[in-house]
């Protein structure tokens, strides 16, 4: 009996990449899941044909259902445009994929006079309220299928990152490489910091990131917007072009348990949503290994022309360690007023993600220790130790994190 069992859940490994769950794009339109797909080059193997099925029938359905609503909103959105002054312009959390940029996101969050977006707002961005309220119904009894529990802390309430509703609405998002098709990385890995972009693209980029944010303005009732994406952390000069007056809140960790955390990330993505086959592994490391070093080195240079009531920063250890303390720290250099209703609410976010049990990696390889090595300046840019040494205590899983909502 034991040996059956191991056979089975060995096979259930094995045919996981393939299974047909309902797709992070599942729920986007249907001429922005044509767009991602184009870019596939009619490279999507057979195998992963009964997923690419799913997708389209239930982007088709979304699409036909949210289509009055997205009509009507894209004209109000022209002749009424909700007006954004200086002093209530965004807050983005910055950070790389998995420096604690969640952790951030929820604590922010936790101020009522913030507002971000929930995640049916940013998988399905073409609709609005209407179409919102029905998918936050049908996202909770849905939300074990859609496997996005497997890789960040959803939930129908819960803040989500806004580079997901770029993604859904055009493919204009680092995803879609990540997550999606694997094998077109080089292609979709230019809208992490957008410098490589055509014109075109960039407009694409500019009028999406602005629509959207014009939507959550709608229903903020005059609250600060806070949107979490780790690509705005390349792309600081740019957002404050779109948003003049916005604030930004940056998290860094120890590079090596990026690093490794990364690895992970790529790995439970493509086995959820990947319509390709992965990378090899050599060339995966090397894509993480050189964007995080390449986004970090963006920020900072970016940093220096940003006004020093605009920004704060903040170590994961250090926000662990005393999260209230840090945020009332966090709030005094951005100018913003901490309310008692501030505090009870960010205890109760660090109380939940609070874990015991830490994740265990493999020890790195000499080949990922040789790139782990390179990311030396962001350890001594940000206070850290060596970039090979990550003993430095962690009492918050951020791998594992468990999820609330």
């Known amino acids: 009996m034991k040996a059956l069992h191991e056979n089975i859940s060995l096979v259930a490994r094995r045919l996981a990449p393939y ?117 936050r119904y049908l996202f909770v009894p849905l939300l074990p299928l859609t496997r996005l529990h497997a890789v960040v802390p959803v939930g129908a309430s819960l803040p989500a990152e806004d580079d997901f509703a770029l993604n859904n609405m055009g493919g204009i998002s680092v995803l879609a490489g990540r997550a999606i098709l694997p094998r077109r990385q080089a292609f979709f890995n230019r809208f992490h910091d957008l410098d490589a972009l055509s014109a075109d693209e960039f407009g694409r980029w500019r009028s999406h990131q602005f629509a959207f944010v014009q939507k959550l303005a709608l229903v903020a009732g005059g609250r600060r917007l806070l949107l979490k994406s780790p690509s705005h952390t390349a792309r600081v000069r740019y957002l404050r072009d779109l948003f003049p007056g916005a604030k930004f809140v940056h998290i860094s960790r120890s590079p090596e348990a990026v690093f490794r955390s990364n690895l992970l990330l790529v790995r439970e993505l493509q086995r959820a949503f990947a319509l390709q086959p992965p990378l090899p592994e050599d060339e995966q490391e090397e894509i993480i290994a050189h964007e995080y070093l390449a986004t970090e080195m963006h920020y900072l240079a970016d940093r220096a022309q940003i006004p020093a009531a605009d920004f704060a920063e903040v170590r994961l250890q250090d926000l662990i360690a005393d999260p209230v303390g840090e945020m009332k720290r966090i709030y005094r250099e951005l100018g913003l007023p901490f309310s008692p209703n501030c505090e009870e609410g960010m205890l109760q976010v660090a109380a939940t993600f609070v874990k015991q049990v830490r994740n265990r990696h493999p020890d790195l390889t000499e080949r990922q220790r040789a790139r782990v090595a390179r990311l030396e300046p962001l350890a001594a840019a940000f206070g850290h130790a060596s970039a090979l040494d990550a003993s430095a205590p962690e009492t918050l899983d951020i791998d594992t994190q468990p999820r609330i909502g």
């Open 19 to 135: 299974l047909p769950y309902p797709h992070l794009m599942c729920v986007a339109p249907l001429d922005a899941v044509l767009r991602t797909l184009w870019r596939a080059q009619g490279q999507i193997p057979p195998a992963y044909w009964p997923r690419l099925v799913l997708l389209l029938l239930l982007s088709g359905i979304s699409t036909v259902a949210s289509l009055p609503e997205r009509v009507i909103v894209g004209v109000w959105l022209r002749l009424r445009p909700p007006r954004m002054a200086r002093d209530n312009a965004p807050v983005f959390a910055l950070g790389y994929f998995r420096s604690g940029t969640t952790f951030l996101q929820n604590l922010l969050a936790a101020d009522p006079s913030l507002r971000s977006p929930s995640w049916p707002q940013v998988l399905a961005p073409q609709t609005f309220v209407l179409g919102w309220a029905v998918l």
